[in-house]
């Protein structure tokens, strides 16, 4: 896959790797994988990711349960950051954010309590910061929140996305 010429805009005019730098968001270097899998695929000019998680290179930041151990505002956080993880899986797979055309699904798993209801609340942290960094006509997208028995290394949220470039 070629990377994209050095001016290239998103449909929207936007540069959402400014409005990250406006935000003080720095995209981390990617950690190794954990298992026999690739962090992204495209087909055509959609672009499905592997699940990301909130932990960073590994390193345990929002683990626990929603309902147990971790708060609603503690699990909006975690899913914001695994956003921002799946944000520089995506700038390595295709070059540049701003080839972004369109979210189109987000997954958010939960790992909850049986009883936790709230898993709309917690995913939001990744869609309002798709929506901060791209725009509605870019970031808002179809999606699913649901809640998880557990999740890899103990975490509190994974995200699953699914998008077009250009």
Known sequence: MS????NIQSPDGTDPERVL????????????????????????RLL????????????????????????????????????????????????SLKRVTSFIKLLGMVNCAADFVKQ?????GASD????????????HARSAVGMHSLPRGNCVEIETILEFE
Do not use: C, W
């Open 3 to 6: 990377l994209p010429p050095a």
């Open 21 to 44: 730098a406006t935000l003080g968001i720095v995209l981390p270097a990617l950690p190794p994988l954990a298992g026999k899998y690739v962090r992204a695929r495209s087909s055509g």
């Open 48 to 95: 499905y990711l592997a699940g990301h998680l909130p932990d960073s290179a590994g390193v345990p930041q929002y683990m626990g349960k929603l309902g147990l151990d971790v708060s609603i505002e503690d699990g909006y956080r975690a899913s914001r950051v695994a956003m921002i993880n799946s944000l520089a899986t995506i700038k390595a797979s295709i070059g």
């Open 120 to 124: 709309t609340e917690v995913v939001n």
């Open 129 to 140: 910061l798709l929506d901060e960094v791209f725009g509605q006509d870019i970031g808002r």
